[in-house]
């Protein structure tokens, strides 16, 4: 058998994506946490965010998470039917979504004005 000829293959070309790193030529802005205004800015939006998120847990505490209380308390209520459907199974499987759309829908309305006061603050801030 006779080797065979052996074509001439192409250099192989690494294909890579754009550079991910970043240059920081720019100057400090009053947002940049390096510094004391910035840092303080930071904080007051986490601290905000925090706040929010606190009182949103405490309304799906009470609200939902209080269902099994009630029953554990009022034992006479998993008896009560309507139409046919056991209560329980109406107020955990039905009333509860319109509850968690209900509070999804006011923690993103209060987020994006915390976040809209934030960037108020930073441009009156900034601008002056």
């Known amino acids: 058998m006779s080797p065979e000829p052996q074509e001439a293959r192409p250099a192989r070309v690494r294909?890579?994506?754009p550079s991910r790193r970043r240059s920081h030529t720019s100057t400090?802005?009053?947002l940049d946490a390096e510094t004391?205004?910035?840092?303080?800015?930071?904080?007051?939006l986490l601290?905000?965010?925090?706040?929010?998120a606190v009182r949103l847990l405490a309304l799906l505490v009470l609200s939902v998470g209080s269902l099994p209380l009630v029953f554990w308390l009022f034992p006479h209520l998993v008896d009560v039917q309507v139409r046919g459907v056991p209560?329980?199974?109406?107020?955990v499987g039905v009333?509860?979504?319109p509850v968690l759309l209900g509070?999804?829908?006011w923690h993103l309305r209060r987020a994006e004005r915390i976040e809209?006061?934030?960037l108020d603050l930073v441009e009156r801030e900034g601008g002056a």
């Open 36 to 44: 004391p205004l910035g840092g303080l800015y930071v904080r007051s």
């Open 28 to 30: 400090p802005g009053p």
């Open 95 to 97: 009333a509860t979504y």
């Open 87 to 91: 209560l329980p199974w109406l107020l």
């Open 15 to 17: 294909v890579t994506g």
């Open 116 to 118: 809209q006061d934030f």
């Open 47 to 52: 601290r905000a965010q925090r706040q929010q």
């Open 103 to 105: 509070l999804g829908w």
